[in-house]
């Protein structure tokens, strides 16, 4: 009698996993209503609560799939069969935990070797948009060898991080070069890096470089006239941004 409730329990409990792996894959198909999200977590038995996602890489997915599904029990967990990337030995667990689940601290003890990408945490009806995210995110986790979020991946920071160096260079070399061989080129780089970082406001630079409006206008006149670009340009002031960004990059990464 008792194996035949053991069994029949493990039944129900696989049962429930199946649900739950079905309603993930729903949920995956778009953003739809709260309510109607609402009601089919509610039909697995789940919480209508804010939801956040992660995809992991992981040797034996099966495996960790059922840890995770142990640790989380409002969590909607699935395998995703094949392999994460093409070329990959590994599998791939796609799961969506309430929002106040400290992922990153989960996945540190059940799959700390194993790359995972976060999505942001959003309502039940839009848990498409963070499965998304955690994906885009897992090959940034490949990279830097720990667990990606989307808000990190979202920084400029990081995506400048993930260039390979040559190019880096390569780019600041481009649009900073006028600036390099021109003797008053520092200075005038010092006005165009506050000139931008202060959203173009004249009176904010001119306090930021201890120097008067009048000084700024003229530094930042003498600028686009050495480099070709216009700082009223938002493509061209994006441009100077990045290389400026991407040059401290790679004096910080330097040996």
Known sequence: MLSLELERRLGLDAAARRGRERLLA??????VDDDVAGRRLAAAGLPETPLRAAVVAAPRPGELAADLAAVLPDALVRVV????????????????????????AV??????????G???????????????QARSALPVARLTGRPAHADDVASSRMLLALLDHDRLRAFADAVLGPFDADPRGAELL??????????GHWAATASALGVHRHTVRNRIETAEGVSGRRLGSAQDRHELWLALRARDLGRAGAP
């Open 26 to 31: 729903t949920l995956d198909r778009g953003v």
């Open 81 to 104: 069969p094949g392999p994460a990337d093409p070329g990959d030995a590994d599998g791939r667990v796609e799961l969506a935990a309430p929002a106040g689940v400290d992922l990153v």
């Open 107 to 116: 996945l540190g003890a059940l799959a700390a070797h194993c790359p995972a």
């Open 118 to 132: 976060i999505g942001i945490a959003v309502r039940p009806g839009a848990l498409a948009v963070s499965l998304r």
């Open 190 to 199: 010092r006005a165009v890096a506050a000139f931008v970082e202060h959203n």
